[in-house]
């Protein structure tokens, strides 16, 4: 009697079962790829399979634009420099203007100066009106001059920074070029793999996934903490009839293991 009731068990356990395998994949592989044209001068081929750091694992040429940034640099410093001497120079037009206005205003009316006389202070006074106006103009000239600059420094610090590639913490799953190789934008350079946590992805009918989320997660028979994590709604395009489930694990020692998985109710 003993042993029909744990076969009854047994039997009653399977029915409310779901087994399936699935393969340890890390958490993400990304595949980059060039923002940028350039000459491909170093890629770290020891570093393949490996855990990356803070160095770089690819340098694409950058020679040409760390010039230009530096020669961008002096010049939006020499036109800053510029546009600040003629801010000085503003205020002494301004105050020469005040007091040609002040002058001006004076005279005008006064029957003891002739036509000529007002007409001298008044294309004076307009003269220097005039300067002012121009000088004005010339500053909002170096302003629009040093925005153009800045945004092209801007770019150029960008494509620098885009011609170093690090990944730290990923593994450099695969290397795509090779010194002295040239690239374009969009051109695959290496891949890489985030191995901080892990995938388990299984494909569920639409009866198992109405209840999946609420299973119990057993690895090699081994009840663990684990949930499904993700459920896609849509059905597989290769697995048909099936929706695509992933359960987020800590990371193994090695990847790319088969495990058995079970979706238990106890």
């Given at each position: 009697?003993?042993?029909?009731?744990?076969?009854?068990?047994?039997?009653?356990?399977?029915?409310?079962?779901?087994?399936?395998?699935?393969?340890?994949?890390?958490?993400?592989?990304?595949?980059?790829?060039?923002?940028?044209?350039?000459?491909?001068?170093?890629?770290?081929?020891?570093?393949?399979?490996?855990?990356?750091?803070?160095?770089e694992y690819i340098i694409?040429?950058?020679?040409?634009?760390?010039?230009?940034?530096?020669?961008?640099?002096?010049?939006?410093?020499?036109?800053?420099?510029?546009?600040?001497?003629?801010?000085?120079?503003?205020?002494?037009?301004?105050?020469?203007?005040?007091?040609?206005?002040?002058?001006?205003?004076?005279?005008?009316?006064?029957?003891?100066?002739?036509?000529?006389?007002?007409?001298?202070?008044?294309?004076?006074?307009?003269?220097?009106?005039?300067?002012?106006?121009?000088?004005?103009?010339?500053?909002?000239?170096?302003?629009?001059?040093?925005?153009?600059?800045?945004?092209?420094?801007?770019?150029?610090?960008r494509s620098i920074s885009?011609?170093?590639?690090?990944?730290?913490?990923?593994?450099?799953?695969?290397?795509?070029?090779?010194?002295?190789?040239?690239?374009?934008?969009?051109?695959?350079?290496?891949?890489?793999?985030?191995?901080?946590?892990?995938?388990?992805?299984?494909?569920?009918?639409?009866?198992?996934?109405?209840?999946?989320?609420?299973?119990?997660?057993?690895?090699?028979?081994?009840?663990?903490?684990?949930?499904?994590?993700?459920?896609?709604?849509?059905a597989d395009e290769k697995?048909?009839?099936?929706?695509?489930?992933?359960?987020?694990?800590?990371?193994?020692?090695?990847?790319?293991?088969?495990?058995?998985?079970?979706?238990?109710?106890?």
């Open positions: 009697m003993k042993y029909l009731v744990i076969l009854i068990t047994i039997a009653f356990s399977l029915l409310h079962a779901s087994e399936h395998y699935a393969k340890v994949k890390p958490y993400e592989i990304r595949t980059i790829s060039a923002n940028v044209s350039g000459l491909i001068l170093f890629t770290d081929e020891q570093k393949e399979g490996a855990l990356l750091e803070k160095k694409i040429d950058d020679e040409l634009d760390i010039i230009e940034y530096d020669k961008l640099d002096k010049k939006i410093k020499l036109l800053h420099v510029t546009l600040s001497l003629n801010e000085q120079l503003k205020k002494n037009y301004e105050e020469i203007l005040r007091r040609k206005g002040e002058n001006y205003e004076r005279i005008k009316d006064l029957k003891i100066k002739s036509s000529v006389e007002k007409d001298r202070e008044f294309y004076d006074f307009v003269a220097s009106r005039n300067a002012l106006l121009s000088l004005e103009k010339e500053m909002l000239s170096l302003q629009t001059q040093i925005n153009d600059l800045e945004l092209r420094s801007a770019q150029l610090k885009d011609k170093h590639f690090k990944a730290n913490g990923y593994i450099l799953y695969a290397l795509m070029v090779k010194p002295g190789q040239v690239v374009s934008p969009a051109t695959p350079l290496a891949k890489i793999a985030d191995v901080s946590r892990a995938l388990l992805t299984l494909y569920l009918s639409s009866e198992e996934i109405a209840t999946a989320k609420e299973k119990i997660v057993y690895l090699d028979g081994k009840r663990s903490d684990y949930k499904i994590e993700r459920i896609w709604n849509i697995h048909l009839s099936s929706y695509k489930v992933q359960i987020i694990i800590d990371a193994p020692e090695n990847f790319s293991a088969l495990i058995k998985v079970e979706l238990r109710d106890e």
